[in-house]
């Protein structure tokens, strides 16, 4: 993904990590499925490992998109808009999701923590916010 931007063969790519096969390389032989439904105990250790571990991955990738040094002496990191997360909370609640948002490219304001589940405010207006500001233009995203 690094060399891809480096040498502008895209500016655009999702990567979806497949968690099963992930979990198991952890050591841990639980499914992401039953995982997600953690009570104390195994699930909730395993999640715990996981989460670690994709705290560490993700790190490392920031950390290598700002070693990437563009002509102007800018970084990768600088124009990216990178966004990590989730598609749920926990068990099946689908509000407020985490997500983690970084890079300089989307024009964000970095350095907050923003807790969303007493607000009805969709996610999908973050999405909106990130298109707008990496020029997309677009007056709307998702359900509104």
């Known amino acids: 993904m690094i060399a ?3 040498v502008d063969a895209t500016r655009v790519f999702t990567y979806r990590q497949p968690v099963d096969t992930f979990i198991r390389s952890l050591g841990a032989t639980i499914t992401s499925h039953n995982m997600s ?3 104390v ?4 250790e395993v999640a ?6 994709q705290s560490e991955l993700l790190a490392y990738f920031i950390d290598k998109l700002k070693a990437s040094k563009e002509a102007d002496g800018s970084s990768l990191f600088d124009h990216v808009s990178l966004s990590y997360g989730s598609n749920i909370n ?3 609640n689908l509000d407020n999701c985490p ?3 970084a890079g300089g490219g989307a024009n964000v304001k970095h350095g907050r923590h923003l807790l969303m589940s007493d607000s009805k405010t969709p996610l999908c207006n ?7 500001g990496v020029g997309v233009n677009v007056e709307q995203h998702g359900s509104h």
Do not use: C, N, P
């Open 4 to 6: 891809a931007l480096q």
């Open 41 to 44: 105990g195994t699930r909730k």
């Open 126 to 132: 973050l999405w909106l916010s990130l298109l707008q």
């Open 37 to 39: 439904h953690y009570t």
């Open 99 to 101: 997500t983690v948002i």
């Open 48 to 53: 715990k490992m996981r989460d670690e571990k």
């Open 90 to 92: 926990s068990i099946h």
